[in-house]
């Protein structure tokens, strides 16, 4: 192989990981990773090429490869939401409404989607309700169109019991979801995560804020460069 393509086959693998740094900020996020792309791109072409021919090639490589994960995250937060009957919400405030239940989110780097233990198992339960399964299968369908996606199963709880076992019940429950997951047929990578009383969404200073801190999130990242903390 030529050594002038073996440079832009690095510009091209550079520009993606920087890119995959650059958060959303509107509301398309084919559109934002087609721009922060662009610009990854051009800052690597022109250390590569030091010309503007090396920086307009690098900001070309960088748009192709941000706005085809942005359309990707697009895709798969819109299908998965239809297939739930919802739509996608991105509104932080929806995460404190004790009505939503469900909320499937896409912030550009990954796609989110909250279950509330209420609708998912019984009290002291890592085993999944029949609703429950039956909306998890629905996700499993569609991430059989995307098997390149990185999933993330997490649970968490409130404060009431010890750290220990809460860390238990929480790392079943986020196991029940994979493991439902990879029933309806996927063949994904994923990683399964226990946070026990860790990262609440609001003080567990009520009855109330504790059935919205118990919950499982799945995360669905297009490379793992986004791969968060999800305990934080």
């Not at 050594?3 to 650059?22: D, E, H, P, S, T």
């Not at 250390?47 to 690098?58: E, K, Q, V």
């Not at 796609?111 to 309700?129: A, C, E, G, H, Y």
């Not at 169109?145 to 019991?161: H, K, L, M, V």
Request: some cysteine; glycine content about 12%; charged content about 20%.
């Amino acid at each position: 192989m030529k050594r002038y393509n073996i440079k832009w086959i690095a510009v091209a693998g550079l520009a993606a990981v920087l890119m995959a740094g650059c958060a959303s900020t509107g509301t398309s996020n084919t559109t934002d990773g087609v721009v922060g792309g662009a610009a990854a791109g051009a800052l690597v072409g022109q250390l590569a090429g030091g010309d503007t021919r090396s920086t307009l090639i690098g900001a070309a490589v960088g748009a192709a490869a941000g706005g085809a994960i942005g359309y990707s995250l697009d895709q798969q937060a819109n299908d998965i939401a239809r297939s739930l009957g919802t739509g996608v919400n991105n509104d932080p405030l929806a995460y404190l409404d004790p009505e939503q239940d469900l909320i499937v989110s896409n912030n550009g780097r990954y796609v989110k989607i909250m279950f509330r233990d209420r609708m998912m198992f019984p009290t002291n339960s890592s085993r999944l309700t029949r609703s429950a399964s039956y909306k998890v299968g629905k996700v499993g369908e569609i991430l059989r169109q995307y098997p390149q996606t990185i999933i993330e199963t997490a649970g968490y709880t409130d404060s009431r019991g010890g750290f220990d076992y809460n860390m238990g019940l929480s790392r079943e429950r986020a196991k029940s979801v994979a493991d439902r997951l990879y029933a309806s047929g996927i063949q994904n990578h994923s990683y399964v995560t226990g946070c026990s009383l860790q990262n609440p969404l609001v003080p567990n200073t009520s009855s109330q804020n504790m059935a919205l801190n118990r919950r499982v999130e799945v995360y669905l990242y297009p490379n793992s460069d986004v791969r968060t903390d999800v305990c934080r």
